[in-house]
């Protein structure tokens, strides 16, 4: 059974920090990546990461978030530092799996709020 599991969300002050993480399993991701939600809004990529190590961030989080993997243990994580009101969403691993397509975990609230 192929899964992602998050952990890590929460409530912090603008200007703080979050690290969220994503446990992959069930099988091999040759990417594997964050996206967000906000409330009215679309779905957005917010970085991603091959198992090479190429990473990709939105402009908006840029030197701001760090996304890497430990592709042994097949996680992923995204340091989330100087945090704005407007990354407030829930935010959600994404996996593409070789040879099986695209995989979702179940969400996590990031809230940035004084």
């Known amino acids: 059974q192929v899964q992602l599991v998050e952990s890590g969300g929460g409530l912090v002050q603008p200007g703080g920090s979050l690290r969220l993480s994503c446990a992959a399993s069930?099988?091999?991701?040759?990417?594997l990546g964050w996206y967000r939600q906000a409330p009215g809004k679309q779905r957005e990529l917010v970085a991603s990461i091959t198992s090479g190590g190429t990473s990709v961030y939105a402009d908006s989080v840029k030197a701001r978030f760090t996304i890497y993997r430990e592709n042994a243990r097949n996680t992923v994580y995204l340091q989330l530092t100087s945090l704005k009101s407007e990354d407030t969403a829930v935010y959600y691993c994404?996996?593409?799996?070789?040879?099986?397509?695209?995989?979702w975990g179940q969400g996590t609230q990031v809230t940035v709020s004084s």
């Open positions: 994404w996996g593409h799996a070789t040879g099986r397509g695209d995989y």
């Open positions: 069930g099988s091999i991701f040759s990417i």
